[in-house]
């Protein structure tokens, strides 16, 4: 079975433009999570969706940055007019279930995003 | 959920056993102790976890204190690929379980 696929592996843009990053979770798995990792930094929780619902948003930033998880494709992680402080290591990761405590959570290999 | 402490860093002989510390004092009853790694360049990777009594898979073992306030992930035989920051997470029961809160971590290095 495929793990969690995440693309592009590498993103440039520059700023003022908008960055897509794509999530397609482990097959069977409806809960989504996004974290990010900027420089020298440990991984912080941005979003958690599950199929076309954002349950938990508490560490997205406000401004610029929304989540989706459609019906049917990937999850995608959209940040407008992108800054330098933008430029982290992304990741996404899913699971089969929520709740208890003892779910095991799949990470993608993640989008590095570089902002000129 | 409650906090937990790590080292920051060790070291190991490639080949040895490793016993990889973390300080939980203020976990309540409900929470599971988790472990993920992260290699250079990937994501978290999922080791172990456990409530209140030892775990094996092949990865590594994990051992909890009896007070449930300390516990020890071991690598039976590190290798090279074992060089990694692992990282000890408490989950409990909550409608995001999937919230986790990444410490500094400890990083492992493994010396051949």
């Known amino acids: 079975n495929a793990g969690v696929m995440q693309n592009p592996r590498h993103l440039v843009r520059r700023r003022g433009q908008e960055a897509r990053l794509r999530c397609s979770p482990v097959?069977?798995?409806?809960?989504v999570y996004w974290y990010r990792q900027l420089p020298e930094e440990g991984l912080k929780f941005m979003v958690y969706?599950?199929?076309?619902?954002?349950?938990?948003e508490s560490g997205m930033p406000k401004e610029r940055f929304s989540a989706e998880f459609p019906k049917e494709g990937p999850s995608i992680l959209r940040i407008q007019q992108v800054v330098r402080g933008d430029s982290a290591a992304y990741f996404c990761?899913?699971?089969?279930?929520?709740?208890?405590?003892?779910?095991?959570?799949?990470f993608g290999s993640g989008t590095q995003l570089s902002v000129l | 959920d409650a906090k937990t402490t790590q080292p920051n860093s060790m070291e190991s002989n490639e080949e040895e056993p490793v016993h990889l510390p973390c300080n939980h004092s203020?976990?309540?009853?409900?929470?599971?102790i988790h472990w993920y790694r992260q290699l250079p360049s990937q994501g978290p990777e999922y080791v172990i976890h456990?409530?209140?009594s030892n775990v094996n898979n092949r990865m590594a073992s994990l051992a909890i204190a009896e007070d449930r306030k300390s516990s020890t992930l071991i690598l039976h035989r590190a290798t090279l690929r074992d060089a990694a920051v692992y990282y000890c997470?408490?989950?409990?029961?909550?409608?995001?379980?999937?919230?986790?809160?990444f410490g500094q971590g400890t990083t492992l290095q493994v010396k051949p």
């Open positions: 990761a899913s699971s089969l279930r929520t709740g208890q405590g003892d779910e095991k959570l799949f």
């Open positions: 097959k069977g798995h409806s809960h």
């Open positions: 969706l599950q199929k076309e619902n954002i349950i938990d």
């Open positions: 203020t976990i309540s009853g409900t929470d599971y």
């Open positions: 456990g409530l209140t």
């Open positions: 997470i408490l989950i409990g029961r909550s409608g995001n379980t999937g919230k986790l809160i």
